[in-house]
């Protein structure tokens, strides 16, 4: 069970208090991430970028069986397959999360003693949190990787950032500024995803002002209000970053638009996995590269077969955290996986379509339209400043929309039509005009919300 004491001393703490504390933490926690092999590894993985295809399939593979060898000799739940002493990956089964969430002591390789490993868990507000160990070393050269990403935005790690995350900085129900805290050593201003109302908007831009961050950083839904503020109101910032830096979040092209053009660079989007089993980031030329030495992805098809490319459910295997190997892990994602044709020059996979959550689909007659579908229905709303869609019985939906005041109806008719083009004629569509929309618990926006349906792929 994770200790939510720290978290209720500090929010219990004063601002001052709590400045210390972020501090504190970043600094110790910027020691934890950057020493050992972390340096070394940067420059490993610089020399592999423009490798070519074959190059990069020789090096996975390697890293593959050397991986699959060390899990059937030491991990537990992986011994008891008998695989004999060369396994290939189509050995292995699929990887439930529940499985893992059952007995993840299961999954620790034997080379490891469990007291020295760090604990992370993961899951959002639906699903049950997981318990995933990794090694210090793994984890240090997992944010090798982010550094890799920075490089693309010219960043390096001291730099000023800017954050918003669903971290708690101060209790989501208090309202009284300041809505960020400061982290001395990384020179990262944290800011509050729970507190970006209207109301509250104008006060995190005159910091950032103040702030001149050479990135920023977080969920893309909250640094998309940021950014509508600032064409809405035509501000000025006197800073501009040398990129935005998103993940975790579904967004339409349209906020990507809009973040791009209120702050003047191009947004970088990641993505990733608590469980440490993928990397993936967004190149110059907008396209996600999967890196190779990370993980092994690939996809479950709708006809139940994995393959390397093409499109259905993300499955991934760790060639990092060689403490905690999980193979043909469900992620729990949908996306599409292409060969790379990259005027970039990097040869990776790119992962093509993200299309959300397994299960956050809208349903009707046997149709499904997943997170990016909606997003698309979404895309064009005239006058709309968030929306939402949330499904509680068959046959029926409720859109949630914040209106701005030039509003069209007619961009309304048609979200309409593109909902029942993707979803039939038959979909029963209320729409609920709010003031806000709240993120989850976890500090994150839900573009879809799906309560009844609980879905299921193929074994
Ligand atoms: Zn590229």
Partial sequence: ???????????????????????????????????????????????????????????????????????????????????????????????????????????????????????????????????????????????????????????????????????????????????????????????????????????????????QPKIIEGYPLSIYRLADQIIQNSIKLSFTPTGVSTSSENFTQKQREIIEEAFGCKVFDQYGSAESVVFASECEHGNMHIEPEYGVLEVLTNEGKIESEGSGELIATSLLNEAMPLIRYRIGDLGEITESNCPCGRASKILTELYGKVGAVIINEGRQAPTAAIAIAFEYLEGIKNAQIIQNEPGKVTVRLVKRTNFDSKSEEFMIWELKKMLGQSLKISIDYVTEIPPEHNGKYCMVVQNYYKFTVPD
């Fill in 1 to 211: 069970m994770k200790s939510h004491l720290p978290e209720k001393i500090y929010l219990a703490s004063p601002v001052w208090l709590q400045n210390v504390l972020v501090s504190t933490y970043g600094a110790f926690e910027h020691r934890r991430r950057y020493s050992g092999p972390h340096k070394k590894y940067v420059e490993y993985l610089r020399k592999n970028v423009f490798l070519n295809k074959t190059e990069i399939a020789d090096l996975q593979s390697k890293l593959l069986e050397r991986t699959l060898k060390h899990a059937a000799q030491t991990v537990p739940a992986y011994q008891a397959l008998n695989l004999g002493p060369t396994p290939k990956l189509t050995d292995f089964p699929l990887l439930e999360r529940e499985s893992i969430a059952m007995n993840a002591e299961a999954f620790l390789s034997s080379k490891y003693k469990k007291e020295k490993l760090i604990t992370l868990f993961t899951g959002g507000s639906s699903a049950s949190p997981l318990k995933i160990y990794i090694s210090e070393e793994a984890r240090q050269k997992s944010y090798s990787f982010w550094q890799l990403f920075y490089d693309r935005m010219d960043f390096h790690v001291g730099d000023r950032k800017a954050t918003l995350v669903g971290r708690k900085i101060q209790e989501p129900d208090s309202n009284n500024p300041p809505f960020w805290r400061y982290n001395l050593k990384d020179r990262q201003l944290l800011f509050s995803s729970y507190h970006l109302s209207e109301k509250n908007v104008a006060a995190y831009l005159k910091k950032l002002n103040s702030f």
